[in-house]
DNA sequence: ACAAGTACCCACTAAATAGTCAGGTACTGA
DNA sequence: TCAGTACCTGACTATTTAGTGGGTACTTGT
């Protein structure tokens, strides 16, 4: 595991999977519970969702709240460090969206 | 092939990739020949880069230009739509950066 | 003659990532 | 009792991504 050379690349690392910009956009607007999170990212299955969130957990940047319920609730929302990550992922996420046709198109 | 959900999910997809971030990090400074890049960006194999890169070049965000010569010599930049993308990654980087530490330890 | 530098390509393997499917608990409502 | 909801876990497979080791063609330096 070699050290990050810069910070694009520790970011990089920490976003990298192919669903965690989905769950940190999803989470953007507030908390979600697990199910809300499962159907809004369609396409995703139940467990590639656990593996993702666990890894943002580890990493810091969503917080998960169980809820000691029947039937079980959990809650996953962005902690301080995700909130800021998002911020600093807006511009990315307008770049995407202003060159959203030429990238669809090349590829 | 889904489409993308949003402009993050859009630009994941381009930046994704082991040695992406790094490589647009090097030619942030201006031109590099292949050779140049691959001293650079350490660790990365040959295959790799060019793998990388051709996929870059694909999507517009590299510029590969050949000057027939020998020994060969192949010069790769950003294209305008690659600087866009690497100044959209800016605050990306400066978070990367700010929360390092914390990265490192969590991995 | 021969190693070294330049920018690659190709076949193959290994590792990482993602997906499928079955189960498991602790309930509620019919 | 039986289906249904919610939130998972673990075994197994498939796909994607990355790495290894070889080869090309040509020239300059020793």
Do not use: N
């Given at each position: ?14 976003i990298?999977?192919?669903?965690k910009p989905r769950i940190l956009w999803a989470l953007h ?27 943002l957990?580890?990493?810091?940047i ?16 962005l902690?301080?460090?995700g909130?800021?990550l998002n911020?600093?992922l ?18």
């Open positions: 595991m070699r050290p990050y050379t810069c910070g694009l690349d520790a970011a990089a690392d920490v990298g999977g192919k669903w607007h507030g908390p979600m519970r697990f199910g809300e999170l499962r159907r809004e990212i369609q396409g995703v299955t139940e467990k590639m969702l656990i593996q993702q969130l666990r890894e957990e580890a990493r810091g969503v917080h998960r709240e169980v809820f000691h319920q029947v039937p079980p609730k959990v809650e996953y929302s902690t301080e460090l909130m800021s911020v600093a807006m511009p990315l996420d307008e770049w995407g969206a202003k060159h959203m046709d030429v990238l669809e198109a090349s590829r």
